[in-house]
C-alpha cells in the first residue's frame, strides 16, 4: 500500500521514518491563507483536509494520503508562522511563562481501486509549558533561524526545546504528527500502521 504525505515538513517525514514508515512526499501548495477560522480545532482540520484532497486528485490507484496542519494558541488567540525576525521576538515575548496549545489537524484519504474513496479527520492537542525565557535568550534563538518556519514560533525537536518546561498530551503532535492518533485513525479506516513497515 502506497502511504504519501501531503507535505514537504521534514519533521513530519522524519516522525514516520523513526516509526518505520517511508513515505511518498507530495506537497500540496494549497493555499492555507483562503482558510480562516478563530476556533483552532477546525481550522487545522479543515486546513489539513484541503491539503490532503489536493493531492489526492493526483493519485491513482490504492493509497492512504495524509495531511496534516498545526497551528499554536494561547488564552484562544490563534498563532501561525512568525511573518519576520521582529515577529518572532514579540511572539516570545508574549509566549515566555505561558501555557500554549498546540493543535494539529490529521486528514486521511484511503484510495481504493475503482476511484472510491473514504476521508478521516481529526485533531489532536497537546498543552506546551513555555519557560521564562530572557530577552538576551529570545533574540539568540531567533537569530538562530529556527522558529521562522514553525507554527509556534518553536521546535521541540530543536534548540527550542530548552525553553518548554514540560508538556501535557502527545509530543509527536507538538512536531506536527501525533503518531498514536495516526494509529487509531488507521484503525478506523481498518488498516493496520505495522502494514506500512
Not at 7 to 28: K, N, T, V, W
Not at 175 to 194: A, F, H, K, V, Y
Request: glycine fraction near 10%; include cysteine.
Amino acid at each position: 500500500m502506497r502511504f504519501i504525505l501531503a507535505s514537504q515538513s521534514p519533521a513530519r517525514r522524519r516522525l514516520l521514518q523513526q516509526a518505520g514508515i517511508e513515505p511518498e512526499c507530495i506537497p500540496s501548495g494549497f493555499d492555507e491563507d483562503s482558510i480562516q477560522s478563530r476556533n483552532p480545532a477546525n481550522l487545522v482540520e479543515t486546513l489539513a483536509l484541503n491539503k490532503v484532497q489536493v493531492v489526492a486528485r493526483k493519485v491513482n490507484g490504492p493509497a492512504i494520503l495524509l495531511g496534516c496542519d498545526s497551528i499554536l494558541a494561547i488564552n484562544g488567540e490563534i498563532h501561525g508562522k512568525p511573518t519576520s525576525h521582529q515577529d518572532a521576538i514579540d511572539r516570545w515575548h508574549y509566549m515566555r511563562g505561558r501555557v500554549g496549545e498546540i493543535y494539529t489537524g490529521h486528514a486521511l484519504i484511503q484510495l481504493h481501486r475503482g476511484g472510491t474513496s473514504r476521508e478521516l479527520v481529526r485533531c489532536g492537542m497537546t498543552q506546551v509549558h513555555f519557560a521564562q525565557v530572557t530577552d538576551a535568550q529570545i533574540r539568540a534563538y531567533v537569530a538562530t533561524g529556527e522558529p521562522m518556519d514553525c507554527a509556534g514560533c518553536f521546535t521541540l525537536e530543536g534548540k527550542g526545546s530548552i525553553f518548554v518546561e514540560k508538556i501535557q498530551g502527545c509530543h509527536t503532535n507538538v512536531i506536527g504528527l501525533s503518531m498514536p492518533l495516526l494509529r487509531q485513525m488507521l484503525l478506523e479506516l481498518d488498516e493496520d500502521i505495522t502494514q506500512l513497515w
